[in-house]
């Protein structure tokens, strides 16, 4: 039994599927940490320069690979970017949603869940090139069973869990992306003074190390045939000193031409159209099986 | 020549004839066990929960494959909760010729339980390795964390023969108990951890204060140039890493270039299970003649 070769087939005889990702929150993600912020005009604007010059910036290095990628964009930004969104983003760019103003879906009934996802949905599809199917959790838990919540509410995909590294179904058939903490750029250069993000206030790390890691990461998932997804924020990479990086590694992932490099839609649409359902002891089944063990109390 | 290095070369080896160095590479197979499934805050967190089961799930099959490339034996130390959820891959373990051995059940905290409460937790997952993989493990890794002053002693009467829980040596040594000589303690250090390097999550946040993921390249170069001096000194390295931090894709390049280092100075590295070490630490130290 050996697991080299790849788990998993892609189109057209490609080795492994990449999607470059996007997650424009406008500081959101920042003000459920650290509520003072909005006060705070020096600290808040660290993260409004992603608006301010980030979005255009990481477009334009998209536009130089010749590349559509996938933006993560919560209704209520918008709401307040919306000429910046339909004007830069939306005409190349698959837009989904980020929920609605980081609201944590495990704390309110599926009722009004379903009402903020489907009002998300809508009100991105307004600016949207494409048909908005996409969702990541913002803020909070998953809940369970919230798979068929999004579903109800039209999504057809998610990119908010771990436990794999190809796309997998879950049992309401949502398709979901893994997504991984080393490969989004916030866990290395997110910094502020006061209040501390990240909370040690860690010291910036080598950029040079950080693209290394990127890449070996890339080679890996070219090497088993997998799912590599990035994840970038404006307001961290879409900067003058770190756009290299974004460059750097694009160059790499379009040298070899046996890459799909495509939207997470596509991937989605592609995965679920094989119809594979997820094994017994695959993460998102033992997680299942996990919680209806302890709720019968086997303990 | 320098009476010192003199002294040095002359020094007998702790190893088998030929052997300079012993590596007992060790990984603890968590999966999602530990303090989230111990506290209850995992049935409400599927995020961390997938974190956690991507370790037995995709890593240590790949992991798996890369020791089988070089050749290598390792020792896994795994809850028995990961057993039961995930027996396929851990079966893989025992067909490659690995050692499996204690981790607890849900990789309990041991300074936290009473003596009773541990020989609960060893008897139930010395039942499972039994019944679902045919095998009696004789090592121990005590779980995150402290075990008590009574431990050591009650794994001693368990029939456990070795731990390789403690921090404080770069070679093996016996435990003490009452009775005399205890376990046989193979100890690490918290320096070739990759939790210490490379683990990162958030709610629950780990490292506490959120610290940067260190690049790929300087891991790699720390944890070869941690096996090259245990080397050098002729000592017994053991690691404490974990599939689901070091196996994903990119890190297994990590590993790779340090299985490179080890099995580039062939036999002088007598890189084995971690039992075959503590056999050997026995039979090379008879109680009588101490």
Same mark, same amino acid.
């Given at each position: 039994m050996t697991s080299t070769a790849s788990e998993c087939s892609w189109p057209q005889g490609k080795t492994c599927a990449a999607i470059v990702s996007v997650i424009f929150d406008d500081g959101l993600d920042a003000v459920v940490q650290a509520p003072d912020l909005k006060g705070r005009s020096k600290s808040f604007s660290v993260w409004q320069y992603g608006a301010t010059r980030g979005v255009e910036r990481l477009c334009h290095a998209f536009a130089d690979a010749g590349i559509s990628t996938s933006w993560f964009v919560p209704g209520i930004v918008a709401e307040s970017h919306e000429e910046l969104l339909r004007d830069v983003v939306s005409p190349r760019h698959e837009i989904e949603s980020h929920g609605w103003n980081f609201e944590c879906y495990d704390a309110m009934p599926a009722t009004e869940a379903v009402d903020l996802l489907k009002r998300s949905r809508e009100r991105l599809n307004v600016i949207a090139s494409n048909e908005v199917s996409g969702f990541r959790l913002p803020a909070g838990n998953w809940p369970r069973r919230f798979d068929r919540l999004l579903v109800e509410a039209g999504y057809g995909w998610s990119a908010s869990l771990n436990g794999d590294d190809v796309p997998y179904s879950h049992? /309401? /058939?949502?398709?979901e992306i893994p997504v991984h903490y080393e490969l989004e750029d916030r866990p290395y250069f997110q910094f502020n003074f006061t209040p501390a993000f990240p909370k040690g206030q860690s010291r910036i790390p080598s950029y040079e190390a950080v693209l290394g890691s990127w890449i070996a990461e890339f080679d890996a998932y070219r090497k088993y045939g997998l799912c590599y997804v990035i994840q970038l924020r404006p307001e961290w990479t879409g900067t003058p000193g770190r756009i290299a990086l974004v460059e750097a590694l694009l160059a790499h992932i379009t040298s070899f031409d046996d890459v799909w490099l495509t939207t997470a839609g596509d991937v989605a649409r592609w995965h679920a159209g094989n119809g594979t359902t997820a094994p017994g002891d695959h993460p998102i089944n033992v997680y299942e099986a996990y919680v209806d063990e302890e709720r019968a109390g086997e303990r | 020549m320098t009476a010192k290095s003199a002294t040095k070369s002359a020094k007998p080896s702790l190893w088998p004839e030929g052997r300079r160095s012993a590596v007992a590479l060790a990984f603890d197979v968590d999966g999602p066990t530990g303090d989230a499934m111990l506290d209850g805050s995992l049935l409400s967190n599927p995020r961390y929960f997938t974190q956690g089961a991507y370790g037995p799930w995709r890593a240590l099959p790949r992991l798996l494959d890369l020791l089988s490339e070089y050749g290598l034996k390792a020792t896994f130390f795994v809850p028995t909760w990961v057993v039961e959820h995930w027996p396929s891959q851990c079966e893989r373990i025992l067909r490659d010729a690995h050692e499996i051995a204690y981790h607890g059940h849900y990789h309990e905290v041991f300074i936290d339980c009473s003596s009773q409460q541990q020989l609960d937790i060893m008897k139930r997952s010395r039942d499972i390795f039994r019944s679902r993989m045919g095998v009696t493990p004789v090592g121990f890794r005590t779980p995150s964390g402290d075990w008590s002053d009574e431990t050591a002693q009650l794994l001693h009467e368990f029939g456990v023969i070795y731990s390789s829980s403690m921090r404080g040596d770069d070679r093996p040594y016996f435990h003490t108990t009452s009775q005399g000589r205890g376990l046989v303690e193979i100890p690490g250090r918290w320096d070739i951890d990759d939790y210490t390097a490379l683990a990162y999550s958030e709610d629950p946040d780990f490292p506490i204060g959120l610290d940067r993921i260190s690049g790929y390249a300087d891991v790699q170069r720390n944890w070869i140039a941690e096996f090259e001096g245990y080397h050098r000194e002729g000592l017994c390295w053991t690691t404490i890493l974990h599939p689901k931090v070091c196996a994903k894709p990119g890190r297994l390049a990590i590993l790779e270039g340090l299985f490179k280092a080890i099995t580039a100075h062939g036999d002088s590295v007598w890189a084995t299970r971690c039992a075959e070490i503590a056999k050997w630490w026995i039979a090379q130290h008879p109680e009588n003649a101490a």
């Amino acid at each position: 039994m050996t697991s080299t070769a790849s788990e998993c087939s892609w189109p057209q005889g490609k080795t492994c599927a990449a999607i470059v990702s996007v997650i424009f929150d406008d500081g959101l993600d920042a003000v459920v940490q650290a509520p003072d912020l909005k006060g705070r005009s020096k600290s808040f604007s660290v993260w409004q320069y992603g608006a301010t010059r980030g979005v255009e910036r990481l477009c334009h290095a998209f536009a130089d690979a010749g590349i559509s990628t996938s933006w993560f964009v919560p209704g209520i930004v918008a709401e307040s970017h919306e000429e910046l969104l339909r004007d830069v983003v939306s005409p190349r760019h698959e837009i989904e949603s980020h929920g609605w103003n980081f609201e944590c879906y495990d704390a309110m009934p599926a009722t009004e869940a379903v009402d903020l996802l489907k009002r998300s949905r809508e009100r991105l599809n307004v600016i949207a090139s494409n048909e908005v199917s996409g969702f990541r959790l913002p803020a909070g838990n998953w809940p369970r069973r919230f798979d068929r919540l999004l579903v109800e509410a039209g999504y057809g995909w998610s990119a908010s869990l771990n436990g794999d590294d190809v796309p997998y179904s879950h049992a /309401s /058939s949502l398709v979901e992306i893994p997504v991984h903490y080393e490969l989004e750029d916030r866990p290395y250069f997110q910094f502020n003074f006061t209040p501390a993000f990240p909370k040690g206030q860690s010291r910036i790390p080598s950029y040079e190390a950080v693209l290394g890691s990127w890449i070996a990461e890339f080679d890996a998932y070219r090497k088993y045939g997998l799912c590599y997804v990035i994840q970038l924020r404006p307001e961290w990479t879409g900067t003058p000193g770190r756009i290299a990086l974004v460059e750097a590694l694009l160059a790499h992932i379009t040298s070899f031409d046996d890459v799909w490099l495509t939207t997470a839609g596509d991937v989605a649409r592609w995965h679920a159209g094989n119809g594979t359902t997820a094994p017994g002891d695959h993460p998102i089944n033992v997680y299942e099986a996990y919680v209806d063990e302890e709720r019968a109390g086997e303990r | 020549m320098t009476a010192k290095s003199a002294t040095k070369s002359a020094k007998p080896s702790l190893w088998p004839e030929g052997r300079r160095s012993a590596v007992a590479l060790a990984f603890d197979v968590d999966g999602p066990t530990g303090d989230a499934m111990l506290d209850g805050s995992l049935l409400s967190n599927p995020r961390y929960f997938t974190q956690g089961a991507y370790g037995p799930w995709r890593a240590l099959p790949r992991l798996l494959d890369l020791l089988s490339e070089y050749g290598l034996k390792a020792t896994f130390f795994v809850p028995t909760w990961v057993v039961e959820h995930w027996p396929s891959q851990c079966e893989r373990i025992l067909r490659d010729a690995h050692e499996i051995a204690y981790h607890g059940h849900y990789h309990e905290v041991f300074i936290d339980c009473s003596s009773q409460q541990q020989l609960d937790i060893m008897k139930r997952s010395r039942d499972i390795f039994r019944s679902r993989m045919g095998v009696t493990p004789v090592g121990f890794r005590t779980p995150s964390g402290d075990w008590s002053d009574e431990t050591a002693q009650l794994l001693h009467e368990f029939g456990v023969i070795y731990s390789s829980s403690m921090r404080g040596d770069d070679r093996p040594y016996f435990h003490t108990t009452s009775q005399g000589r205890g376990l046989v303690e193979i100890p690490g250090r918290w320096d070739i951890d990759d939790y210490t390097a490379l683990a990162y999550s958030e709610d629950p946040d780990f490292p506490i204060g959120l610290d940067r993921i260190s690049g790929y390249a300087d891991v790699q170069r720390n944890w070869i140039a941690e096996f090259e001096g245990y080397h050098r000194e002729g000592l017994c390295w053991t690691t404490i890493l974990h599939p689901k931090v070091c196996a994903k894709p990119g890190r297994l390049a990590i590993l790779e270039g340090l299985f490179k280092a080890i099995t580039a100075h062939g036999d002088s590295v007598w890189a084995t299970r971690c039992a075959e070490i503590a056999k050997w630490w026995i039979a090379q130290h008879p109680e009588n003649a101490a």
